[in-house]
Nanobody, 115 residues
Framework: QVQLVESGGGLVQPGGSLRLSCAAS????????MGWYRQAPEKQRELVAT???????NYGDFVKGRFTISRDNDKNTVYLQMSDLKPEDTAVYYC?????????WGQGTQVTVSS
């Protein structure tokens, strides 16, 4: 049905930057919402950012201007540009596609911020 392929995670120093990508394939509607969520060990999964197919954005409160979500509708790809990364940003970052009756999650990509 739908496949979400995430990339861009890894190990980065505090203050560094990463860009995550998530490419969706399969039965994708033109109108949808794509987003990023994250989950640290023993913590609840939390919203990072979402973006609709018309460009409406929503960010989690912790972002404080450090992260930017964007998308390429032609490629069904969503990006998360992360700057000034902090150790508390360490988590598995999950891509999500929200469509009528077809919400999908990626497998997640690990982001580790450590010196």
């Amino acid at each position: 049905q739908v496949q979400l392929v995430e990339s861009g995670g890894g190990l980065v120093q505090p203050g560094g930057s990463l860009r995550l990508s998530c490419a969706a394939s399969g039965s994708i509607f033109s109108i949808n919402i794509m987003g990023w969520y994250r989950q640290a060990p023993e913590k609840q999964r939390e919203l990072v950012a979402t973006i609709s197919s018309v460009g409406s954005r929503n960010y989690g409160d912790f972002v404080k201007g450090r992260f930017t979500i964007s998308r390429d509708n032609d490629k069904n790809t969503v990006y998360l540009q992360m700057s000034d990364l902090k150790p508390e940003d360490t988590a598995v970052y999950y891509c999500k596609l929200m469509q009528p009756n077809s919400d999908s999650w990626g497998q997640g990509t690990q982001v580790t911020v450590s010196s």
